[in-house]
């Protein structure tokens, strides 16, 4: 059987922990199999019946339809009947900004009719959805289907807020969140150089996913956009090149920023570390074009406060 090639972050992906080699080999499937190889979305319709028949029958329908129970409880896929989403398949898009790849994904849009999974994908890749339409839109102009204009108009409008799941926030960006945390804990927690326990509690993730889905100006082309997880990462980054933020300057008191008090608190504080971390990016720039050696960036005045994390 041909499983398809086997992507690196199958033997990394939490998601897989506990998981068998097969269960791996199958997701592979999902992502390389004849009916969704082409669906750059990750959506489309299929049954266990066709997807047993796909793997030359080596997998039964009953031991299809199993590891498909499987997938969505590690959160992997969604599905409604037979329309299947593969939550991450549009982030393995070498290239989601081509045109014909954003041509590619608009027509699936539109052609599932599960508006539950459709609202789902729109919601993870809300910042993706402007440019899509746009690419939609002007493809059907010029092949002269315009009857099809107002699906394309449409799109934005059937996107509720929040998804009609409580729980589904949270299962659409567990891999942002789990990045956002990994990178938090090996670039400012792992700096602190003792023995640390710290978890993702829900409250954590919980802001994490508030801060995923809030807008901010975009400081070089001042359109107000969704955050992204590099805004997040870049304020992390910022917090951790400064001795006096992880307490360990001389005129510090030891304690050190946490992410859900002294970075991520709200948008407010969030944008205040990227306009820093902008700010230091752009004295570090005149200074080498100036040929003067390079300085750690400079720390913000001490603040009194007591040490959280």
Same mark, same amino acid.
């Given at each position: 059987?041909?499983?398809?090639?086997?992507?690196?972050?199958?033997?990394?992906?939490?998601?897989?922990?506990?998981?068998?080699?097969?269960?791996?080999?199958?997701?592979?499937?999902?992502?390389?199999?004849?009916?969704?190889?082409?669906?750059?979305?990750?959506?489309?319709?299929?049954?266990?019946?066709?997807?047993?028949?796909?793997?030359?029958?080596?997998?039964?329908?009953?031991?299809?339809?199993?590891?498909?129970?499987?997938?969505?409880?590690?959160?992997?896929?969604?599905?409604?009947?037979?329309?299947?989403?593969?939550?991450?398949?549009?982030?393995?898009?070498?290239?989601?900004?081509?045109?014909?790849?954003?041509?590619?994904?608009?027509?699936?849009?539109?052609?599932?009719?599960?508006?539950?999974?459709?609202?789902?994908?729109?919601?993870?890749? /809300? #910042?993706?959805?402007?440019? @899509?339409?746009?690419? +939609?839109?002007?493809? $059907?102009?010029? &092949?002269?289907?315009? !009857?099809?204009?107002?699906?394309?108009?449409?799109?934005?409008?059937?996107?509720?807020?929040?998804?009609?799941?409580?729980?589904?926030?949270?299962?659409?960006?567990?891999?942002?969140?789990?990045?956002?945390?990994?990178?938090?804990?090996?670039?400012?927690?792992?700096?602190?150089?003792?023995?640390?326990?710290?978890?993702?509690? /829900? #409250?954590?993730?919980?802001? @994490?996913?508030?801060? +995923?889905?809030?807008? $901010?100006?975009? &400081?070089?082309?001042? !359109?107000?956009?969704?955050?992204?997880?590099?805004?997040?990462?870049?304020?992390?980054?910022?917090?951790?090149?400064?001795?006096?933020?992880?307490?360990?300057?001389?005129?510090?008191?030891?304690?050190?920023?946490?992410?859900?008090?002294?970075?991520?608190?709200?948008?407010?504080?969030?944008?205040?570390?990227?306009?820093?971390?902008?700010?230091?990016?752009?004295?570090?720039?005149?200074?080498?074009?100036?040929?003067?050696?390079?300085?750690?960036?400079?720390?913000?005045?001490?603040?009194?406060?007591?040490?959280?994390?």
């Amino acid at each position: 059987m041909d499983w398809g090639p086997i992507y690196a972050d199958l033997w990394t992906d939490e998601k897989f922990e506990g998981g068998s080699f097969t269960l791996r080999s199958f997701f592979a499937f999902l992502l390389t199999n004849p009916y969704g190889m082409k669906d750059l979305s990750g959506l489309y319709r299929v049954s266990p019946e066709q997807l047993s028949v796909a793997t030359d029958s080596t997998l039964t329908p009953h031991e299809v339809a199993e590891y498909l129970n499987e997938c969505e409880r590690r959160r992997l896929v969604m599905r409604d009947g037979r329309w299947l989403w593969i939550i991450n398949r549009f982030a393995r898009v070498e290239n989601p900004a081509n045109v014909r790849t954003q041509i590619n994904v608009g027509r699936a849009l539109l052609a599932c009719r599960s508006p539950r999974l459709v609202a789902a994908w729109k919601y993870k890749y /809300a #910042a993706w959805v402007p440019r @899509i339409e746009k690419a +939609l839109h002007q493809a $059907i102009e010029v &092949q002269g289907a315009p !009857e099809e204009v107002e699906d394309v108009l449409g799109l934005r409008a059937i996107v509720p807020d929040p998804p009609p799941a409580d729980d589904e926030p949270a299962v659409l960006y567990e891999d942002e969140i789990q990045a956002v945390w990994h990178f938090y804990m090996t670039t400012i927690v792992a700096a602190l150089g003792r023995p640390v326990s710290y978890t993702l509690s /829900a #409250a954590r993730r919980s802001l @994490i996913l508030t801060r +995923l889905r809030d807008r $901010i100006k975009d &400081q070089e082309t001042g !359109e107000t956009r969704l955050v992204t997880i590099e805004d997040l990462m870049a304020a992390i980054s910022a917090c951790a090149a400064s001795d006096w933020h992880l307490g360990r300057s001389p005129d510090s008191d030891g304690t050190h920023y946490s992410l859900e008090r002294d970075i991520l608190r709200d948008k407010e504080q969030l944008e205040r570390w990227l306009e820093g971390a902008r700010g230091a990016t752009r004295r570090r720039r005149a200074k080498a074009r100036r040929g003067e050696p390079k300085l750690p960036p400079e720390p913000s005045e001490p603040e009194a406060r007591e040490e959280r994390l």
